[in-house]
């Protein structure tokens, strides 16, 4: 009788496995699984070993994708205010109706049917970033993907501090008293929403409280020329070089956007320990730029890649995005080798994993945990194929993701949600979506 060694094993047709970053497909490899994590990788058929097998020999199996900034809940927001000026967009639209409408219900609702979106694109690890960061930590937890969950701070009164009475500093305490700083799916970290909406003294109090109880802070930067302009007038330095004298990057750091930033910024992020996230189709949609992603990775700043929130992008696709990302580094540098198709891969895999800081994700390896995708590779868009590194970036459109497995656990198959009532959801949804809006 064979002893049954792994719980689950894949024959693949084709691997992608993002060792050590290579963006490299491999033909008939076989992964076995104990539990959440991967145990074996070669090229002998196990099949016999295995309680359960799936034979994938006609598909694509690659890491899990890594959405590095997002927000949730803003999914009930989608088409709100579109082609308007950023400023206008945000302050006379956003946050007004943040301001009325954010709650509990709110997030809770909004962030399942986000999940739906992410998950079904193949993200099996997103950074969150809003209000009421405790229940949606919760819902993420349920569904089974990785969360990177960030309390949102500022010095205006935010639908969790009305009151400004650091009510979102308590919402932080109880995410950490719930599930620490080294749990498995859930890490809480503190989101000051900007440097032009904290006051040096907000952003020391979120400095001193993640140095206290090592946590990561993250943070938009320099998302807009405007934003650029104010900081040098008010503060005569950059928003990276103010964040460096408060000492906020002393802490572990999350920087989203980075789209108007210069060499001494640059250079001051990768002095500290400051990661990035590259949000290419909000950038484009909102107008506010191109950001220099090719200098991030020439300077060795891991960089991920970021969807934003639906209301300024309008999906969860982070395929779409790989391909803008890859495309607007070409235009915005007049070069179309400035970022690669195994660039945008990077981004949106093992170096998206080391900005969330997730140990063991992002790559398929032995002894590293088990998320990943199978992909149909049968669809029109994809026949034939030179180069399958090319074709997942530039033809890819998620719509060929079959199967999604975050920590051994399926969560996504064949348009089936194995944790998320999605009917009851949607129902929710646009009820909410009536009586609210």
């Known amino acids: 009788m064979t002893v049954k060694k792994f719980d689950l094993g894949i024959l693949c047709g084709q691997f992608l496995s993002m060792q ?3 963006a490299k497909v491999e033909k008939n490899i076989f992964i076995g699984l104990k539990k959440d994590t991967i145990d074996y990788i070669g090229t002998e058929n196990k099949k016999e070993e295995c309680e359960q097998y799936i034979d994938a020999s006609q598909k694509l199996v690659m890491p899990g994708l890594v959405n590095s900034h997002a927000h949730l809940p803003m999914q009930l927001f989608r088409g709100l205010a579109d082609d ?7 302050w006379q639209h956003i946050l007004p109706l943040e301001a009325k409408l954010v709650s509990p219900e709110f997030v809770k609702l909004g ?6 979106e992410a998950l079904s694109f193949g993200i099996t690890s997103i950074y969150d970033m809003y209000y009421f960061e405790n229940d949606i930590a919760d819902v993420c937890h349920s569904s089974g993907i990785r969360a990177v969950v960030g309390e949102t701070f500022g010095d205006f009164p935010a639908p969790d501090n009305k009151n400004q009475n650091r009510s979102d500093l ?3 305490q109880s995410m950490l008293e719930k599930y620490g700083t080294s749990h498995s799916h859930i890490r809480p970290i503190l989101a000051p929403h900007a440097p032009y909406t904290c006051s040096d003294e907000t952003l020391s109090l979120v400095r001193d409280f993640a140095l206290k109880n090592k946590m990561t802070i993250g943070i938009h930067v320099s998302e807009t020329k405007g934003e650029l302009e104010k900081s040098l007038t008010d503060f005569q330095k950059s928003p990276v070089k103010r964040l460096h004298d408060l000492g906020v990057s002393e802490a572990p750091c999350i920087y989203a956007h980075c789209v108007h930033v ?3 910024d640059i250079a001051l992020m990768k002095k500290k320990n400051v990661r990035i996230s590259h ?8 107008g506010v730029g191109a950001a220099p992603v090719p200098k991030f990775i020439k300077a060795g700043i891991p960089t991920g890649l970021g969807t934003d929130g639906v209301a300024s992008n309008n999906d969860f696709n982070l395929w779409k995005e790989m391909d803008f990302a890859a495309k607007l580094a070409k235009l915005s540098n007049s070069d179309n080798t400035a970022m690669t198709a195994s660039d945008a891969l990077r981004l949106a895999t093992s170096k998206g994993a080391e900005v969330l800081g997730f140990e063991k994700t992002g790559q398929l390896r032995e002894g590293y945990l088990a998320d990943f995708l199978i992909l149909n590779l ?4 994809l026949i034939p194929s030179q180069s399958t590194i090319s074709s997942l970036v530039y033809s890819t459109t998620g719509r060929e993701v079959e199967s999604v497995y975050c920590h051994g656990k399926q969560l996504f198959h064949k348009g089936e949600f194995k944790t998320l009532d999605k009917d009851k959801i949607i129902k929710e949804c646009e009820t909410y979506i009536a009586k609210n809006f």
Do not use: G, R
């Open 20 to 22: 050590d970053h290579e």
């Open 84 to 90: 308007e000026p950023f400023d206008v967009w945000l």
């Open 111 to 116: 962030t399942q049917m986000a999940l739906l």
């Open 170 to 172: 308590k919402i932080v």
């Open 262 to 264: 210069d060499d001494a």
């Open 279 to 286: 949000n290419p189709e909000a950038n484009m949609k909102l």
């Open 378 to 381: 049968n669809d029109v868009n």
